[in-house]
């Protein structure tokens, strides 16, 4: 088996660089698009055949070394009592936000095995597919991320609504993330005990916080979180954007692998973030619609910069894009694995 991935994760040597892609299942690929020309996004992600068939094609696509459950982060508002659906060109739209103390009571925590299952049945059948070719990484929101797209109702840009009823119902706030940190540690258990080899969190938009603002607010259910991780098999991978100013807040509050975004250069962040963790990143990407030349330079200089130490998984530092040239994302796989190898 490729366990380039979890070796790094793990900060064990290995042959060469591992390299996956955030959102390496998705628009910019034609066999997706195909999918998505018969089925809808939450079609794909219920039927565990979709769900697989969609993983599994950047594995046969690009020479990466871990395989991504497809699924959305999401996916658990609907069983806690508030769905959604993806609104073309509006990105998600909660249908009932949620703004008062009432509202966060409503919410349930559920047994995955019941709310989720489909998710559970894709992981189950992805480990027979992948026979061990590459691991399979599970993931999940982190509760800041997920009350943000709870409370706004959809995508921000300020966060504004998210930031007003946490400054000024705290304890409806703390009630709020409790819940979502209690969904979120049983979910990724059941997706550990399904057969995921790894799990990821996204914590997305924790970014629009200050350092004093994540410490008081977020981190310690972050921490809860991570901690109830610790005894499970599998590495974890913390990841987040725009969080320059949070590593170190971040790497406090735990995850094997911190994710670096590509305000920050890798090595000094490492630096910061400490060798006793792994690392994951960096690339912009929206570098992969330059010309190849500048693609390859940037890569180069982020493998220069961590400079072999054991404990790095290329990546970029946020999802792929839509409209982004298949070829270049193939011919980054490609450099990274010969480059490190060298
Ligand atoms: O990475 C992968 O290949 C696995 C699948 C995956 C998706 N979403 C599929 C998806 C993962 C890991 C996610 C995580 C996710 N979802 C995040 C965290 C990562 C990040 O990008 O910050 C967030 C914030 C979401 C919420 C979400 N899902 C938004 C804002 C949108 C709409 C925006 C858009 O691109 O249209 C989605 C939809 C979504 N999730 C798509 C995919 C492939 C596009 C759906 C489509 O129209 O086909």
Known sequence: MNDRFIRACRRESVDCTPVWFMRQAGRYMPEYRALRARYSMLELCRTPEL???VTMQPVQA????????????LLPLEPMGAPFEFATGEGPVIQKPVRSAADVAALRVFDPADGLGYVLETIRLLRIELADKVPLIGFAGAPFTLASYLVE????????????????????????????TTV?????????????QAVQVFDSWVGA???ED???YVRPHMRRLFDGLRAEPV????????????LEAQRDAGGDVIGVDWREPIERAWARIGYDRAVQGNLDPVTLFAPWDIVRTRAAAILAGVDRRPGHVFNLGHGILPETPVDTVKR?????????AR
């Open 214 to 216: 994540y410490a008081q």
């Open 184 to 196: 979120t540690l049983a979910y990724l258990r059941a997706q550990i005990a399904a057969g995921a």
């Open 62 to 73: 690009l020479s990466i070394d871990a395989a991504i459950l497809f699924a959305d982060i």
């Open 51 to 53: 769900a697989l068939a």
């Open 332 to 340: 980054l796989a490609d450099f990274v694995h010969e480059e490190s």
């Open 209 to 211: 916080l200050g350092v």
């Open 153 to 180: 109702g959809g995508k921000s840009t300020h966060f504004a609504l998210t930031k007003r009823f946490m400054y000024s119902e705290p304890t409806a706030w703390n009630a709020l993330m409790t819940t979502l």
């Open 235 to 246: 590495p974890t991978l913390h990841f987040g954007t725009g969080t320059a100013t949070l």
